[in-house]
């Protein structure tokens, strides 16, 4: 997906890992619950307020949330074990292409999908690889680096470049640990390889030596994350000076919590963010229909009213509106290519590499 594709018009009971049921909607007589899995939250909330709440309100079926921390392991073990507990999983999309190579995802059918709230067929309103027969987009992200204004002096962060700068900017730094996706990425663009060019880098032996070598100068001073709730709170209680962090979770962090935090947009990794139903799915039919009425125009563009991500129908976009909670108005803070040098996700690169790039991630943080 080109940069230019991904924003024309716009200017995952758990089995293995450390599950959490969260929040269950209301109980609606003996409807069967529909388990959807996620990243728990200030994300896990929006999608409670703008899908989950609306959903059981309308169809009686109530939704049953837990929280994961990425990837596809849990959703194979269920689906080779014949012992499949989730239906829908939130997924990064190089993950849902991975997912779906491997034969772990109820195929959907996207000409059944709702048409936008402008008649548009939902094919066409959707962004470019947005729907496909394996996923359902909700939302746009940007992994980007943010800094605790309060405790950074009077010259401050610009560019990706800073991040890595541990002379100029003393201080530990905030990473994610589980997977190397955007990490490497943000390297490369920090030692002057041109966003255009990162994967064509990449993909090369030198280029994944080079982005392991810059990622070697500031090792020492990193503190790592794994759940998508832990960079803010990092951040907040002074454990880093520079955090690499989830567009969203930030906004919620400053206009919920007060936060004196700063978003350097420069060196930005875009993706999608989908939904998926896993093979074998134990509520088919009620999944499905949540997942169809997730992904419609008004749902999409109420997200973003708890969230600062961008909605993946180009139909909601003119939708959104202000914050839920401040009011504040959302649109300016959404992750667009405007805001700073951006690097979009090749999610076909992840999912034919992810394998080999994990294994020598895995060694590398064990030097």
């Not at 109820?106 to 067929?121: H, M, N, V």
């Not at 810059?214 to 955090?243: C, F, H, Y």
Request: negative net charge; glycine residues 8%.
């Amino acid at each position: 997906m080109s940069r230019s594709l991904l924003y024309a018009g716009l200017s995952a009971a758990a089995i293995l890992g450390a599950m959490t049921i969260v929040i269950e909607t209301a109980k609606a007589d003996d409807k069967k619950p529909v388990t959807v899995v996620s990243w728990g939250g200030a994300y896990t909330k929006s999608q409670v307020e703008a899908y989950h709440k609306p959903f059981t309100a309308e169809t009686g079926i109530p939704i049953t949330s837990a929280d994961y921390n990425g990837g596809i392991a849990e959703v194979k073990a269920q689906v080779e074990s014949g012992n499949v507990v989730w239906d829908i999983v939130d997924m990064e999309v190089g993950d849902a292409l991975r997912a779906c190579d491997e034969g772990l995802l109820e195929p959907l059918d996207p000409s059944s999908f709702p048409a936008g709230a402008d008649g548009t067929p939902a094919t066409e309103d959707f962004y470019p690889d947005a729907l496909t027969d394996c996923w359902a987009t909700s939302i746009i992200f940007s992994t980007v680096f943010a800094y605790d204004d309060s405790k950074i002096g009077p010259d401050k962060p610009t560019t990706i470049g800073d991040f890595f700068d541990l002379q100029k900017f003393p201080g530990k730094r905030g990473l994610r640990k589980q997977n190397p996706k955007a990490t490497l990425e943000m390297a490369l663009l920090a030692d002057g390889v041109a966003p255009e060019d990162i994967y064509a880098v990449l993909a090369t032996p030198e280029g994944l030596d080079r982005a392991f070598a810059k990622l070697d100068t500031i090792k020492s001073s990193v503190v790592w994350w794994e759940a998508g709730s832990q960079p803010v709170q990092l951040l907040a209680d002074g454990e880093v000076a520079m955090m690499v962090v989830y567009n969203g979770r930030l906004f919620d962090a400053v206009t919920a919590e007060k936060k004196p935090f700063k978003i350097v947009w420069d060196g930005q990794v875009s993706e999608y963010d989908t939904y998926v139903m896993v093979k074998g799915a134990p509520n088919k039919d009620a999944a499905m229909e949540f997942l169809k009425f997730a992904t419609a125009t008004k749902q999409l563009a109420a997200q973003a009213s708890w969230i600062a991500y961008a909605p993946a129908r180009k139909s909601s976009l003119p939708m959104v509106g202000k914050n839920a909670a401040n009011g504040e108005d959302m649109l300016p803070n959404l992750p667009t290519p405007d805001k700073g040098r951006m690097i979009t996700v090749d999610p076909r690169f992840w999912a034919d590499h992810q394998d080999e790039i994990n294994q020598r991630w895995a060694a590398w943080l064990a030097q």
